[in-house]
C-alpha cells in the first residue's frame, strides 16, 4: 500500500471516528483494544491506529445507537432466544 492511499485511510477513518461522544470514548477505546489485539500480530504496524480507529468508531456509533433504542426490538428479541 502506497503512502498515498495509507493517508487517504487515514482520513477516512479519522471522519468516522469525528462523531464519538467524549461519554463513548473510553468504551470505545478499550474494545477496541481488546479486538484488535488479536489481528494486530496479523497487519502491518503502520495500521495499527487506522484499524484501532475504524473499530472505535463502530463501537461508539453502536454505543449510540443503544442509548437511541435504534436497536430495542433486536436486542429483546435475541434476549428472549437465550432464556
Known sequence: MNDDHKEELRRLVSNLGAGIHERHYRSAYDAA????????????????????????????????????GKLDDQVRERSESIE
Open 33 to 68: 483494544a481488546n479486538i484488535c489485539s488479536g489481528i494486530f500480530d496479523t497487519i502491518p504496524v503502520d495500521l495499527h491506529d487506522v484499524v484501532h480507529e475504524a473499530v472505535m468508531a463502530g463501537y461508539a456509533a453502536a454505543l449510540t445507537d443503544l442509548e437511541e
